[in-house]
Structure formats: structure tokens, C-alpha cells
């Protein structure tokens, strides 16, 4: 086992010399081992590898200890642990809450011992209470409570409280001396003469006399008192059905029962003062349903609350509008934020009855969820939300429309997929602002958009995401203006072919650009592209004989007159590579026109 | 929110008052006509915090400054204004044992923030071999003064805390006593815990005599946990009264230990059910209602951590009489209509508040059940009525009859006169299989006993004796363990002979027997006496 200390602030103290007690060694070897762990829990949780390797090596030290010596007993001091009358860990800060030492006497323990047969799962409990990484919804236990629920037969405690309790004879209790029952002992004796005196004339008046009890006492008063009482024997079957209701009770879900009584309390109630708390408390059991993601539940509340007012006709104007604003008033944003919370904090747990919660929102809700939407983290959540929002916010979009200004990509990826989904030509206008967007897949999103909400027409604003920095965003937009839906007059492509930087384009973009300009401008194009064919440069010139072979392809698809003369002019004023490009562009055009003269 | 706040004070002069907006005297407040009357309850345990802190204060500036220096005026008045708080009734002690600070009996929980403080004064009560300091509110401002003088000058290596003591008494310094550190006392035989490693003590010493000591451990203990019980519910009530928090950490704690005390001596525990209810403000009855509870369900088979949930739920079945005005529960004459709509609503109210209190999600059902249920009955002849069918709780139906017995023979709790165990008894027999489950109350009978713990009876031999356990043998139900408590001609015996009265003679004959049972309730005798 290693022996080597650890860095952290409570430290088992090594031995410096060999110690004479093989059991003290070993006690110190244990502690070393459960600072470690205790330490690497605290950093990368219990689960961690690391951490698992650690509580192992404990466990089975421990195990082994215990197996030699039956038992192992700790005194605990403020920042100490005592084996044996000798200190076996000291912790360098005396009140650290990383030290076990401390742990344990800031709850009152005095003594911690651990028996023979400690299973895993027992060392486990006592370190995750040690540490407090329980259920933190279990505020009402501390270290001794939890592993006295536990009723754990190898770790067993000692309170200071249980050690100050034997040493003290002092009484907590004084008798009251004044009161309903203030007779004190000395009227013992007129008592006593009066319950003789009682069953004297008992005696007289015979057997039909009766105690002050209401029992026959049989035998008169000096006979043998029977209470009349019998058959208070229970049978095994009551036992065993009482077995099986305490099981029952044990295992039904808590939070379902009470929502049973509430609703039980909910329908019968009368007192309107007891009906407004309950409708006041609704409010905080929607709260809590929220915050901790019940949602089947706060979907049967919700209905619930819905309904209420056909169960209950005979409830008051009052009780019917904070009933209302209940339902109102569901989405408020201290709400939401709980909402946010618990599905930022749990992404895996389910999310079923959600998708229906978030749909009894009224439209009112839209600004919330969209706040909500904005900042779930787990895309299924945001999908859940987003869903809700294409049914609540269909008549107002002006919430969705004015988000979509927002700085966070997610946020507006996800508002236009519900623009999308409602397809309404309406929405282009905001959409076509976000051009600039600084996120490529919003970009890329909206020339998707634009392409949905806008499939022809005007392709101006198509053209301007030329600009854009990222190649696949521009060639998304190119792909619908080459679609030919599109019109765009070559005065809006001219700023893009112009420039030098144009030259720099791929081939691929530069083709599909040409393409594109050939589809939207039609005609127009051409005094271009016959200054790309015939144009001397003595500059670039390899690159400009590439634009020139590409003008040339691009025309001969055209195929227009106007194209074909270019071509023809092409073939006798360019370059050798350029002419034979426009040969080969207006061979490809002849065969074109004699193929449709066929068909 | 609670009003009760209090801030931490620094140890050097920048001490911050404590913000004191309750009654002047708590532990009046809680314990009001309360037979516990020293019971130390939360809000006292934060004031003994700040207690420490003072102390410290004070006796780190006495080091430095004169008596009479105005250094000392602040730590001094802000420890007089705690004294006079906390030691309005009863003095109240600072104790130290083992490196743990309590304050009287109760364990003072110190976080890593006040631990420095703490250490301070362990350090400085360890070097005087100090066990305690009690404090009495007859204290005064010069009394501190000498007090934390004597404490600094005095030297520890020459003087004991004997010469320290008697300094305190020639200076005439008033309402500050010390006490010599407490030495744990281990009886032959018995475990303590701190050698044995358990909770409970339990064993009989080599000459017999171990019987007694176990058995005055048992009640000593049985008490203890009976005022820490007392005191927890005392303290919650009063923050639901006030709109403050929840948390039932010291209750569980206290209900936990009554558990244990539970399975190891069931009949020590439910004779402290004697003590009934005599002001709505003392919570006896609530704790009580959750030993006889906790009794009933241990007879039913539930589990032990189980029988604690129920004890806490048990505990607090009447919080929705905290939404009752103090005024009204304690009103001496016969209540009004409105009044008796208030206290037909509190199962209701309870749930209220307690849902509200804890969060629907965080609130054990048992507890819900045992509020919302406890006056309903078995055949829903009770309150609250329900137009919509509703399946009474076992936590419910086990309240029902804590409940009614200790209630019915309570004085005040439904304005009516105390009734005898017995006689309570048999009129829920009456009800049995309507009102009450009819198993629950067997197993009820089983555990107070036919002739109930607490009753009044008459000997053969004229005795006045004291029911004290049920008998083992059911065969012989009616022969229980007694307390003789007088001789036959009425006079008070001390320490009284304690009988089983299941015991015969060689002959088979029964030594003793009940011959009449006597309705203590119409004397106004308390039997109560001779259990605490």
C-alpha cells in the first residue's frame, strides 16, 4: 500500500520511525487512504476513475484491518482523530470543512467505529455524508441521522450529546406545580378514604354497583378488578396486512400523494380563507413541480387547475380570477428561470409531459419561452420549446421576428427554423436583414431561408452574400440564382466581377458565378463577357485567359445571338487558348440548337 | 422570515450587537407553565454561539485593556444583553467537554467559520481545567469585568479552579459560577458509548445493583429525549407562527434518539406520555401524540427508520394550529363558534402551512397524512369532510387513536376535563372498528396496557399504587407492574415498591391485585409524578 503523503490540507500523519504497533501503522496507512480519496471525490466526483481507484484501495485496507483486528475506533477531537490514545490524523487547518476531523465534530460526533464485514456500499454511504454529496434536497439530515436511518450494523457513532447525558445528573424536567392536575400527595389519604368509603357502599348497593370506571367490579370492592376488556389478540393475517399497507406507504410516491390531498382538500373545501391559501399554495406547487422537472405531474396540475372551475361552481368571484392568474400568470419569468435551470442542469432526464406543459401557455407566454429558447443549452430542449412556440406564436411573430436580431447563433438558427416551418413570404425582409449575421451557420441558414420564403423573384440579396467570407455560404446563395427563378440586373453582379480580388476565387465559384449572372441577367452580361474574351492584359494574363476559356464555356450554354456573336468575335480577336475555347463553346451551341431542332 | 437574526460579531472591538427582536425571556416563551422548564431550544442554541463569541471578546480585550477601560464596554453589554436574554428563568450554563462546547445540555454545532472563536475559548476553558460557566441573570456589567480580570491575572499553573471559584466569591462578583470539567461516569457492566461504541446503554452490573443504575439511566435518558423533542417542536412552531423557515434537523435528531430509547425500554419512554398537556404553548401533547404514535407503529411492524419518518410526522400534526391565535388556544372558557371553525380547520391549515413551509416536493407524506388526518376517523365521522373519496393513511389511522388517548386525557387540549387512561380506553373500544382501526387499537392496548401506564389503582391491600408498565402476559392483562405510592392508610411512600402483579406465591396464589382502579382525573391527581 502506498504510504507516500498527500498534499492536501488534512493529512494522516505518516509515521517518521518504524512504529512499534503493526495496528497503528496500519490505522495510519487507512487514514492516508481516505484523505485521498476523500480528496479526489471532492475534485472530480465520486464516479470519477481516479477517485473509484482510491475508495477501492480503502475499502480493501479497511477490509483487511478489520478482518485482523474486529474492529477500528476513532476519538475525535476538533481537527483530530485519536486510535489508541495516539493522535492518527491532524488536519494543518483546524476548522477546514475538508477535513474529516472536523466533519465529524462540527456534527457532534465523539467516537467513530467500524465492525468487521463493513460492506462497500456502507463506506460509501459514510463518505458521500461526510461530504455532503447525498440528495441536497435532504437539508433536515446531518452525519448522524443520515447513518442512523441507515441503521448500518458495521459503522456505529458515538455523540457528544449521548457522553454529556452519562455525565451529568442533572434533570432536564420540573413538575408543574400549578394546573388542572395540581393535587399533591398529601391529599393521598382523603382519597383513599373516599374510594374506600366509595366501595363500602358499592358492597351495599351489590353486584349492580359499578367502578368509577364504568366496569363491573366483580366480587365487590375488594374482589378482583376486570376491565371487561378481551380479544385484543392480533392474528398473523392483520399482521401481515399491516406488513403489506407499511410497505405500501413506504414505496408510494410522495410528491403524487400530496398533490392527491391537495386536489381531496381542492374539491371540498368551504372556509374561503382555507381556499385562498390553497389556490395560493398552487401557485408555489407549480413552482416547485417546475423547478425540480415533474412535468407529467404539473401537466395533471395544470389540468387540474383548468378544470377546477367546472368542479367547483360554487367557488367565489375572487377564488375564480387567483385562479385565473394562476393559469395566467404561468410563464412568468422567475419561473422560466427555474425551467432553464432544471433542464440546463439535467439534459438527459426526460422531458416527457414538457412538450404538453409548455402548450397550455397562451400567447401571452411568447416572449418567455423565446427568453427560454435562447438560453437552453441540449438541442432536444430547445427543439421541445421551439415547438411550442411554432403553435403559440403563429399570430404574433413579431417576438420571433425581433429576436432574430439577437447575438446568440443558436438562439436565431432556431427562430428561423420556426419561420420556416411557418413559410410566410411576409417574414423575408427580416430575414434578408441578417446578411450579415456573424455566424456562417445563421448565414447559411438564412440563404436557406431566403431561398424557402423567397423560391423567385428578385435575387439581389442573393447576390450580396458574394461578399460573404465563407466559401460554402456563397455557394449556397450562387446555387439559387443559378436555379434561373431569380433575376438580377448585371449592374448588382458588376461590383463582384470588377474587382480584382475576383480573379482569387476558386474556378469552381468563379464557373458557378458566371453561371449564375449568365442565369439571372440574361443579355446583359454580354458587353462582360466580350471584354473578358477580348480584352489584352499583360498583367495576370494566365488567370484572365482562365476567366476568358470560362466566359466562353458560359456563353456557349447561353447560347443566345447576342452569346454566339460574342463567341464568333472571341474566336477571331482572343488569345489561342481563348479561341479555342470559344470554338468549342459554339460547337457545343450548334450541337444545343440542332438537338432542340430535332426534338 | 424570522425576526431572530444575529450577526456575527468579530472577534476584536468591532462586536456587531445581536439583533434581539424576541421576547425577552425564550426559554419562557417555549417552556411557558411548561414542565420542562429548562428545555434549550434552537433559537437558544444560536444566542449560546454568540455567547461564545462574547466571552471571547471579553476576555481577549481584558488582556490588553484595564476593567475598567471603555474598551470592555461593548463586549460587556452585548453579554449582558444575552444573559439577560438567555438566563431570564433559569441560569444558564456554558459547558465544555471532551473538546465539545454545549450549552447546558445541548451540543453547540460550530461551522468552520466560528471554529477559530471556538478554539479560542476551548483553549482558554482547557487551560483552567474549566468544565462550565454558568451564568444568572443577576449578573451586572461589574461582575463581567471582575470576572474576565480574574481570568487573565490569575495564573493557571499556580491556582486551581477551586482558588479561581473562590476568588470569584471574596471579589463579590455576582451570577458567575464555575464548574469543574465533567468526568464521564462509566458503570460496571453498562455500555457508555464513548467505550463501547453504541447509542444505547443497556446491561447489568456483577451485584445486581445494576438493575437500578440501568433503569434510572434509562429514564434519565428517556427524559433528556423527551425535552429535546419538546424543544424542537417548541422551536419549529414558533418559526411557523412567526413566518420563519423550516428545518427538522434537530427534531429528527431528537426523534431518532426517542426511537432507540423506544426499542430499548418501550415502557420508560410512554410512561413520560404521563405528562399531559396543561397550555397549548408547551407542546407536550404534540410530543406525546409522537411517542404513542412511534409505540403503536413499532407494535405494527414498521421498520425503525421508518418509525422515525413517522415520529416527525407525528410531531407536528397540530402545526396548523399555528395559524390559531395564542388568544384563542389558551382561552379559558368555552370556545365560539368562529373558534371552533378555527380548530375544525387546523388538519387542513397543517397542510397548508407545511406544504407551503417544506415545498410539495420536500414534504414527507407521512406528515401531510398525520396533519391532515389525524381528526378525520376511520369511518370519516371527523373533520376535515371530503366530497371526494379519500383512503385513510396507516400513518393517519395511527395518529387517530395517539391522538385521541392523550388528548382526551389532556386537560385543556379540547376544553374538556381530563379523563382517566382507563376510561379513555374504554370509550375508544366503544368506537373501535368506526372511529378507529380496530387492529391499530389492539396493538394500542398491547402497548399502554389494558389498565393503561399512568393509571390510579387500589390494591387488595388497600395501596395506592401507580400503573408503571402492561403486564407481559396478556393472559394476564389485568395484572400490570405498579408503582406503590401510598401505604394502606393513605400515607406517601418514597421510592415505593415496584410489583408485577403476575407474581404468585408457592401456593399459585397472586400476590397482589388491582381491586379498583381510581379516576385520578376526578381528585386532580397527577400521575405524572412518578414517571418524570
Known sequence: ?599 | MSHFKIKEASVVNEQAQPILTHEKSLSHKIAQGSEAGDILDQQMIMLGIQLVTQLNVLIKTSRIYDRTNAALDKPVDTMLTLIKTMAHDHPVTLRLQNDFLFLGESHLKVTAQQMAVVTSIIDALNVWKIGGVTFESTAESKDLREFAALFVTLDPENKSIDDFQKEITARGINGITLEEQRQLHIKEGAETGEHKGSRTADGEGPDGTGNADLRTQRKMSAKNGYAKVAGSVGTLTQSVREGGTVSFKQAKRAIQNIVDLMMDDEATVLGLTTLRCHDQYTHNHSVNVSLLSIALANRAGYPKGELADLGLAALFHDMGKSTISIDVLNKPGEFTDEDWVAMRNHPTEGVLTLSKLRGITNLPGRMAAASFEHHMNLDFSGYPKLSVPWTASLTGRILTIADCYDAMTSSRVYRREPMSPSKVLNMMFSKSGKAFDAVLLKLFVNCVGIIPIGSLVMLATSELAVVVKPALDKVNAERPFVKVITDPQGNPVDQGREIDLTEQDEAGSFLDSIVRLIDNTEYKFDTSRYFV
Open chain 1, 1 to 599: 500500500m502506498d504510504e507516500r503523503t498527500t498534499e492536501s490540507s488534512a493529512l494522516a500523519l505518516s509515521p517518521t520511525k518504524a512504529p512499534p504497533n503493526p495496528e497503528l501503522a496500519s490505522v495510519k496507512r487507512l487514514l492516508t487512504l481516505l484523505d485521498r480519496t476523500a480528496k479526489s471525490s471532492r475534485t472530480y466526483g465520486a464516479t470519477n476513475p481516479v477517485a473509484q481507484t482510491f475508495f477501492h484501495q480503502l475499502f480493501e485496507g479497511l477490509t483487511d484491518h478489520l478482518a485482523t483486528y474486529s474492529t477500528l475506533a476513532f476519538l475525535v477531537q476538533r481537527s483530530e482523530l485519536y486510535f489508541g490514545g495516539e493522535v492518527v490524523y491532524r488536519s494543518e487547518q483546524e476548522s477546514s470543512n475538508e477535513s474529516v476531523a472536523f466533519k465529524l465534530y462540527s456534527d457532534g460526533i465523539r467516537e467513530l467505529t467500524f465492525l468487521e464485514g463493513l460492506p462497500a456500499k456502507d463506506l460509501s454511504y459514510l463518505l458521500d455524508s461526510l461530504w455532503d454529496s447525498l440528495d441536497p434536497e435532504e437539508e433536515d439530515d446531518d452525519i448522524v441521522t443520515r447513518l442512523w436511518a441507515k441503521n448500518l450494523s458495521t459503522i456505529t457513532l458515538v455523540t457528544a450529546e449521548e457522553i454529556a447525558k452519562v455525565s451529568t445528573d442533572g434533570d432536564v424536567f420540573a413538575l408543574p406545580v400549578t394546573g388542572a392536575m395540581e393535587a399533591s400527595e398529601s391529599s393521598l389519604r382523603d382519597l383513599l378514604d373516599r374510594e374506600q368509603a366509595k366501595v363500602k357502599k358499592e358492597r351495599e348497593l351489590g353486584p349492580e354497583g359499578t367502578s368509577p370506571t364504568g366496569h363491573n367490579a366483580s366480587g365487590g370492592g375488594a374482589g378482583r378488578f376486570q376491565s371487561g376488556h378481551v380479544g385484543y389478540d392480533i392474528t398473523e393475517e392483520e399482521l401481515a396486512a399491516l406488513a403489506k399497507e407499511i410497505e405500501t406507504e413506504r414505496t408510494r410516491d410522495n410528491t403524487t400523494y400530496l398533490l392527491d390531498m391537495l386536489t381531496a382538500i381542492l374539491a371540498s373545501e368551504k372556509s374561503p380563507a382555507i381556499l385562498t391559501k390553497l389556490l395560493d399554495l398552487w401557485g408555489h406547487v407549480i413552482d416547485a413541480l417546475t423547478a425540480q422537472g415533474k412535468w407529467p405531474l404539473l401537466d395533471s396540475v395544470l389540468g387540474l387547475l383548468r378544470t377546477t372551475t367546472e368542479i367547483r361552481p360554487d367557488l367565489s368571484d375572487g377564488h375564480k380570477t387567483q385562479l385565473a392568474g394562476l393559469l395566467d400568470n404561468l410563464a412568468r419569468p422567475e419561473r422560466m428561470r427555474m425551467m432553464e435551470t432544471y433542464l440546463n442542469r439535467t439534459p438527459g432526464a426526460s422531458t416527457e409531459g414538457l412538450p404538453s406543459v409548455l402548450l397550455t401557455l397562451t400567447p401571452a407566454a411568447v416572449p418567455a419561452l423565446c427568453a427560454l429558447l435562447a438560453t437552453l443549452e441540449a438541442p432536444t430542449h430547445q427543439a421541445i420549446v421551439a415547438e411550442a412556440l411554432e403553435v403559440l406564436a403563429k399570430d404574433q411573430p413579431d417576438h420571433l421576428l425581433r429576436g432574430l436580431s439577437d447575438r446568440r447563433p443558436r438562439y436565431v438558427k432556431n427562430l428561423l427554423a420556426i419561420l420556416l416551418k411557418w413559410n410566410n413570404p411576409r417574414f423575408i425582409e427580416s430575414v434578408e436583414k441578417l446578411v450579415r449575421y456573424p455566424d456562417v451557420q445563421v448565414r447559411k441558414e438564412v440563404v436557406r431561408a431566403i431561398g424557402i420564403l423567397r423560391p423567385n423573384g428578385n435575387g439581389a440579396k442573393l447576390v450580396s452574400f458574394l461578399n460573404d467570407a465563407e466559401e460554402s455560404v456563397r455557394l449556397a446563395a450562387l446555387k439559387l440564382l443559378m436555379s434561373g427563378q431569380y433575376k438580377a440586373a448585371y449592374s448588382t453582379w458588376s461590383p463582384f466581377v470588377s474587382t480584382d480580388t475576383f480573379m482569387d476565387r476558386a474556378l469552381s465559384e468563379k464557373r458557378a458565378m458566371f453561371l449564375a449572372i449568365r442565369a439571372t441577367s440574361g443579355d446583359d452580361v454580354i458587353p462582360y463577357f466580350e471584354s473578358v474574351l477580348t480584352e489584352r492584359s499583360w498583367t495576370n494574363r494566365k488567370k484572365k485567359e482562365e476567366l476568358a476559356m470560362l466566359a466562353a464555356e458560359v456563353l456557349g450554354k447561353l447560347a443566345t445571338p447576342a452569346g454566339l456573336a460574342v463567341l464568333e468575335l472571341g474566336q477571331k480577336k482572343g488569345g489561342t487558348a481563348v479561341r479555342q475555347a470559344c470554338s468549342a463553346a459554339l460547337a457545343q451551341a450548334q450541337r444545343q440548337q440542332l438537338k432542340q431542332a430535332a426534338s
